[in-house]
């Protein structure tokens, strides 16, 4: 388990995390959510103990980062997937990491095929694309085969099959019972990606809930597919609903699937479709951090 418990850090006058506090739980895919510069990074940089913080705790199952003997068998990261050595094989890359805590070849070479670089074990890195690197990176954070796992950004550079492959990969690390936390600020991917997410806004933490909380809570209206448009649309407004006119139904708000269903078999009317619309996590996103983006673009009327 993960435990951030009000942590912060300052440089100089400016505060990058701001008194930060959640917890990551383990079978589940976390996703940590932010704009660039929201203190995403730092954070993951002090859990690892590669940054300390001015105040406050980063625990990884109780303790901090840096009293865990042999580490690489608790915690897997990837933060930076260029921060290889270019001489080095990929092979030597992994197996470098692995002599201080106890891990062979062997493992280096399994884990190497389990991401896809088996057939470039022995080529120096300095070659590698940045879609290699990344899958590289992943293989670094799965050869102690950790319990935790922290990933930064882990799809830049990877193709579409990429993606779903890593996508499969921390969900299906997540039904094995390890904690996976994924920081992203891509809203798409982590729409498929996460179970529960962490959102976070000039360092400082703006909510914490399952998918399934955010959908209700930015629930958005009720399609009502229906061949008696005007007359339902009247009953409707009625009974205290507001009701707008699509192209494919009635957009309906006040009312409940259901109790759109009871009105209009009360009524007479014929109804062949309900769909409960919710906002897309991009939506709820942008919602969430309307007051906390940094740096935002105007539009001008004119570039000349």
Known sequence: ??????????????????????????????????????????????????????SGRALIDGRPYATIPRPLHHVGALLDASGVHGGRTALDHLHCLGRANGIGRVRAARVLAEVGLASVANRRVRGFSLGMKQRLGVAAALLGDPTVLLFDEPVNGLDPEGIRWLRDLVRGLAREGRTVL???????????????????????????????????????????TTPDRDDLARALRAAGAEVHTEPDGLSVTGLSPGEIGDLARARGHAVHGLTQRSASLEDAYLQLTEHSTEFRATRQESYR
């Open 1 to 54: 388990m993960i435990q951030l418990i009000e942590l912060t850090k300052r440089y100089g006058p400016t505060t990058a995390v701001d008194g930060l506090t959640f917890t990551v739980r383990p079978g589940r895919v976390t996703g940590f959510l932010g704009a660039n510069g929201s203190g995403k990074s730092t954070t993951l940089r002090m859990l690892l103990g590669l940054d300390a913080p001015t």
């Open 182 to 224: 994924v920081s992203s600020h891509l809203m798409s991917e982590m729409a498929l990606t996460a179970d529960h997410v962490v959102v976070i806004g000039r360092g400082r933490l703006i909510t914490e809930a399952s998918m399934a909380e955010l959908t209700e809570r930015f629930h958005r209206d009720v399609l009502v």
